[in-house]
């Protein structure tokens, strides 16, 4: 298994612009979270989403969004495109929510620069 | 509000001396801790909680939740310990928070 994979790894956008970011969790996992990492910082956390349903949510504005799929693949989508949406966004996968969540792998991350 | 607080951001130490990386905690319950390692080049990976009570590559760390800390200690530090480390804190398995992060570099 190559662990958790992320794509694109890398990619520039304009301000005001959207984004699709994607996450592809370990085979047997049924729980993505995402994080933002501004350089500098510790991972803020985003979402968590376990079975298709939201479980957690972090101190982001709504033009930031998400879902999980059948197959539990993710994708974390942010709108209105802002200069502070530069960062590394990194997603984690683990067995199940809530306490299953706890043994989290992480993928390398998408470097997201906002021009 | 939940808060992790790592007061270090650069930490060096010699070879075979004692390392310890200093995490406090605002929480209202009972926290789930954590401490990950991103050694250079590879991914954010996790290097014990504290509910396990394990020791990991030698390290180890203790909840004093009088002082509301969790600092992870090492008594004798190797090179490959050189990494960033991170305290987080776990709500319920549902939401997650990170510190700042502590660089350490072991000293040869």
């Known amino acids: 298994d190559a662990g958790v994979t992320q794509s694109p790894t890398h990619l520039i956008k304009t301000r005001g612009q959207h984004v699709t970011l994607r996450c592809s969790p370990i085979s047997g996992h049924k729980s993505v979270s995402w994080y933002q990492q501004v350089l500098g910082q510790g991972p803020q956390f985003i979402f968590q989403y376990y079975e298709k349903e939201e479980r957690g949510r972090g101190n982001f504005p709504d033009r930031f969004s998400a879902r999980q799929f059948p197959n539990y693949s993710s994708e974390l989508n942010v709108n209105a495109l802002l200069l502070g949406d530069s960062a590394l966004y990194l997603c984690a996968s683990s067995l199940g929510g809530g306490v299953g969540a706890y043994e989290q792998y992480f993928g390398p991350g998408t470097r997201l620069t906002v021009t | 509000a939940q808060r992790v607080t790592q007061p270090e951001k650069l930490l060096s130490v010699f070879k075979g001396a004692p390392v310890e990386l200093k995490c406090n905690y605002s929480y209202s319950g009972s926290p789930e801790l954590f401490w990950y390692v991103q050694y250079s080049r590879q991914r954010l990976q996790l290097l014990l909680r504290?509910?396990s009570r394990e020791s990991i590559k030698g390290f180890t760390a203790d909840l004093n939740k009088g002082e509301t800390s969790f600092h992870l200690k090492k008594p004798f530090a190797q090179e490959e310990d050189s990494a960033m480390y991170y305290c987080?804190?776990?709500?319920?398995?549902?939401?997650?928070?990170f510190g700042t992060g502590t660089s350490l570099t072991v000293i040869p």
């Open positions: 504290h509910i």
């Open positions: 987080a804190l776990s709500h319920f398995g549902n939401q997650f928070y």
